[in-house]
């Protein structure tokens, strides 16, 4: 299914973008838990404020961490970010070529270089994760991090960018250079994203948000125990079809001289 040469050829190219970032990822998930700490140290023995929304919880805190601008930055980064010029990458610099003359078949290259993305998106919401237990600790709300739930946030954070990751691997399996796929790709997140957080304060669009797949993702219902399972079916199925696309165009392409 997959070359574990080339995959690790490939973390290995990637290896101080995955550091780096996974390090920032740590650093920034711990910081939620500790403005909780210092949000509900500010109002100890007063109403809670109107505005204050998800930061009245741990796990609203922790989730407006995980979908912060910031955060699907970082995420994008090392998911998508490691998949959306990985075969229009190889072809604008000319190397393509030369990998495809080694005994590999396309698919497997795709596979290989599709893996690289799912990977990335297991580490960056493991990181996300190790930093919110670093940040209950530091901030002494330990007691109020659901344990049994972290299982299940870092699933569904992984399932949720690996399936962005397959939708760059469906893009840049479709163009001989980096600059369309990386349009395309982020221009699809962005849209989503938008169509979510203008949903939420717009009621021209709130009957839209269904539409954004951001709004299926939740992890402050994650860390509640009251997640619909029908979102993973829906992720699921989104990565599923760009995999498809991805498997049919890619071996059926002709590679002519690159651009």
Request: hydrophobic share 55%; glycine share 8%.
């Amino acid at each position: 299914m997959i070359n574990l040469i080339l995959f690790r050829r490939l973390i290995r190219g990637h290896r101080i973008r995955l550091a780096v970032g996974l390090a920032v990822v740590v650093i920034w998930s711990l910081l939620f838990p500790v403005i909780y700490k210092a949000f509900q140290d500010s109002i100890a023995g007063k109403p809670i404020p109107p505005g204050a929304g998800n930061f009245s919880t741990l796990a609203g805190t922790i989730s407006v961490g995980f979908i912060h601008p910031i955060s699907i930055a970082l995420f994008g980064i090392l998911s998508a970010g490691l998949t959306v010029g990985a075969l229009s990458g190889e072809r604008q610099r000319g190397t393509l070529e030369l990998l495809l003359s080694r005994p590999l078949s396309r698919r497997k290259i795709l596979l290989t270089m599709l893996l690289e993305g799912w990977v990335g998106a297991a580490f960056v919401s493991l990181a996300y994760i190790i930093g919110t237990i670093l940040g209950t600790q530091i901030a002494g709300v330990t007691d109020q991090l659901a344990f049994e739930q972290l299982p299940i946030l870092w699933a569904y954070g992984a399932l949720f960018w690996g399936m962005f990751a397959t939708i760059a691997i469906a893009t840049t399996s479709s163009f001989d250079n980096t600059a369309p796929s990386m349009a395309i790709t982020v221009s699809f997140i962005m849209a989503n994203y938008i169509i979510e957080v203008i949903g939420s304060f717009w009621d021209v669009v709130e009957p839209y948000q269904y539409l954004s797949l951001f709004n299926h993702f939740s992890p402050v219902d994650l860390l509640n125990g009251t997640v619909d399972s029908s979102a993973a079916l829906l992720f699921g199925i989104v990565a599923v079809l760009a995999a498809g696309w991805a498997l049919y165009i890619f071996p059926r392409r002709d590679l002519a001289a690159p651009n």
